[in-house]
């Protein structure tokens, strides 16, 4: 039976740390582009999604590389296949590759055993072109099936669930698994939809500044998560480039902010807020 478990009491981080901040980036191309009813392709709606692989990628690299920061590269399988150097310079920079489906699948929309497919051939391509086996996972959507097939291939954070504001554990048959929620201020969403030019940098960045503020000021009195996530098609863009890395400037000159990466969190979370058994949830090294 699966069942979540959250913690009783004050959450705490690292001596000194209030506010764990992860920056995650969907990588992802032009996989979830599907031809239109005459069989034909939208060529703009491809390419758009096509920037971020392409182009993108190397403009947020950059701008890390600035900052001094590690991020989370939710990362298709398709990607990695298809984009080989852009996977090698995320890992050359010390960032963490998991896993995004293979190209860029609905989950709820699998079977059983097509979703465990589609993580199977995904942790495949990504250890082969990285090294290593991911331990982190965000799909397109979530199936019913999603969360023990994570545990049956050995994962040690998801990152699915919009319902609590701080990371928690999922349980079923002495497996567990860390949940590390998301909110719904993505860039996805800010700027409503990667085609067109709606959305206000401006205004983006006001977005996200509120939403740390907030959670910064709660700190006082217990730790808080902040997770972001982006996607370089959308973030990669000039303009909001540069309210990505203003984001990442406010936070940096907040009292006791600490920003990680996703298996960072997760792995604190495992040991010292939860203390699992490391048996349950497999330790391995992130890419």
């Known amino acids: 039976m699966l069942t979540e478990r959250h913690f009783k009491g004050t959450f705490h981080w690292p001596k000194g740390i209030r506010t764990a901040v992860t920056l995650t980036f969907d990588f992802q191309g032009g996989e979830d582009v599907r031809p239109l009813p005459d069989g034909s392709m939208d060529h703009e709606e491809y390419t758009q999604c096509e920037y971020g692989p392409h182009t993108g990628i190397w403009r947020i690299l950059r701008l890390l590389e600035e900052e001094k920061v590690k991020a989370t590269f939710n990362t298709c399988g398709g990607i990695a296949e298809r984009y080989a150097d852009a996977v090698k310079a995320i890992v050359d920079q010390g960032h963490e590759i998991a896993g995004h489906g293979y190209h860029h699948e609905v989950a709820r929309d699998l079977t059983r055993e097509q979703e465990d497919d589609v993580m199977r051939r995904t942790g495949a391509m990504i250890k082969q072109r990285t090294g290593h086996q991911p331990i982190g996972w965000r799909s397109c959507t979530q199936s019913a099936n999603s969360i023990e097939l994570l545990m049956q291939h050995g994962y040690l954070w998801n990152s699915n669930s919009f319902s609590h504001d701080l990371p928690f554990v999922w349980e079923s048959n002495g497996r567990h698994l860390i949940e590390l929620p998301r909110q719904p201020y993505g860039d996805g969403r800010t700027y409503q939809h990667r085609n067109n030019d709606a959305g206000n940098p401006g205004d983006t960045l006001l977005v996200w500044k509120s939403m740390f503020d907030c959670f910064h000021r709660e700190s006082k009195s217990g730790g808080t998560y902040v997770p972001f996530q982006f996607h370089p098609y959308i973030s990669g863009r000039p303009g909001r480039a540069e309210t990505l890395q203003a984001i990442i400037q406010h936070m940096k000159k907040a009292e006791g ?31």
């Open 257 to 287: 902010t600490w920003i990680a990466t996703a298996t960072d969190v997760a792995r604190w979370c495992r040991d010292e807020v939860f203390k699992l058994d490391r048996d349950a949830v497999p330790m391995a090294k992130a890419s």
